[in-house]
Nanobody, 123 residues
Framework: VQPVESGGGLVQAGGSLRLSCAIS????????MGWYRQAPGKQRELVAAISSGGGSTNYADSVKGRFTISRDNAKNTMYLQMNSLKAEDTAVYYC?????????????????WGQGTQVTVSS
């Protein structure tokens, strides 16, 4: 199963975007999920994670107070609302399962990585 990310684009600094992640199949509602991003020349990092039921969340310090993760298990879809965007948020954003304690996924686990969605923030 491969997630399908959408909603990226080009936005000015201070603007907002809402990303969506759709995953087919019956396992979505069972898994904690996360949004990851990879900027050019950098490793992929976890920016936000949410528990299977949506009651718990975890954010990277760099996005706290600006990004909000949510999910709709009835639609097998996860979202990332991104406000007050900065140039340093520019990256390809991916969704996948989250790891233990809403941390990063261990390599080799989770879903296949999708194509991601490009977010470009102009300063």
């Amino acid at each position: 199963v491969q997630p399908v990310e959408s909603g990226g684009g080009l936005v000015q600094a201070g603007g907002s975007l809402r990303l969506s992640c759709a995953i087919s199949g019956t396992t979505f509602s069972l898994n904690p999920m996360g949004w990851y991003r990879q900027a050019p020349g950098k490793q992929r990092e976890l920016v936000a994670a949410i528990s299977s039921g949506g009651g718990s969340t975890n954010y990277a310090d760099s996005v706290k107070g600006r990004f909000t993760i949510s999910r709709d298990n009835a639609k097998n879809t996860m979202y990332l609302q991104m406000n007050s965007l900065k140039a340093e948020d520019t990256a390809v954003y991916y969704c996948n399962a989250a790891g233990e304690k809403l941390g990063p996924l261990i390599a080799g686990l989770g879903y296949y990585w999708g194509q991601g969605t490009q977010v470009t923030v102009s300063s």
